[in-house]
């Protein structure tokens, strides 16, 4: 039997067990509800990630639209993808041919002339299938999308900060070679301070694309699921 079980874990906040609120990334990775995370601290004597007790701070908290958005179209689509056990009607025992549009769900030609289904639309298995598999997969290619632009731009910044990181310890090599010796100690102290917020910023850096990597690992294994589930047989699927 086929479900929705693998996608909804994904997307429910391990702390209350329910469809994520305001998802908020952790510094490792994991996502919560925001007031979850807040309030189990709360009970803490230190902030840690709940799933692996890595050290977090509330400054560290990233809300995670991408995965916001995947839940609002889960709740909002999830109706019209509920999934037949079987390919056969329980009540007549005939094979399921149509798709009730106003019940969603699958009937056979004995169920289209009922008084249950009078005045009802309906489409063919095949026909309602492929118009939901449109609609599912014109739903997931923006995320795909936003995520490779989030991680090009940090990767961006990140060689920016690099660039000018080098300029201007190129600039204070070259100034302080023309200074007297007295001065050798402070030049020495300024490109201590600068190569620690160098490697600060590109460390924050890294930390936030590895996060958003993380988030299109996740999102990619929730789209080939989906994906997966599309290429059964149209009974079951719908």
């Known amino acids: 039997k086929c479900s929705t079980g693998e996608l909804e874990d994904d997307i429910t906040c391990s702390v209350c067990q329910e469809l994520f609120k305001d998802p908020v990334t952790l510094t490792c990775g994991h996502n919560f509800c925001c007031e979850c995370v807040c309030e189990y601290w709360k009970e803490k004597t230190s ?3 709940p799933s692996c007790s890595a050290d977090s701070v509330t400054s560290d908290l990233i809300t995670n639209q991408t995965l916001r958005n995947i839940v609002e179209i889960y709740k909002k689509e999830g109706k019209k993808f509920k999934v037949q056990s079987e390919s056969i009607c329980n009540e007549h025992e005939e094979k399921l041919k ?3 549009l106003e ?4 009937i056979c030609i004995i169920c289209q002339i ?3 289904h009078e005045n009802h639309k309906f489409l063919p298995i095949e026909e309602a299938a492929q118009e ?3 609609e599912l997969n014109n739903s997931l290619k923006p995320f795909e999308e936003k995520i ?3 991680i090009e731009k940090y990767r961006g910044n990140l060689m920016n900060i690099h660039d000018k990181a080098e300029k201007t ?4 090599k070259e100034d302080f070679v023309k200074l007297h010796q007295f001065l050798y100690e402070e030049e ?3 490109l201590t301070d600068l190569k620690q917020e160098k490697e600060e910023k590109e460390q924050k850096m890294r930390a936030m694309e590895e996060s958003i990597v993380q988030d299109q690992t996740s999102v990619s294994k929730m789209i080939k699921d989906i994906q997966q589930k599309m290429d059964v047989e149209d009974q079951i699927f719908l």
């Open 148 to 150: 490779a632009e989030l």
């Open 114 to 116: 009922s008084r249950k």
């Open 47 to 49: 902030q840690s990630c």
């Open 103 to 106: 019940d969603q769900e699958a």
């Open 188 to 190: 020495k102290n300024l």
């Open 132 to 134: 939901f598999k449109e």
């Open 169 to 172: 310890e190129k600039q204070i």
């Open 98 to 100: 149509l798709y009730c």
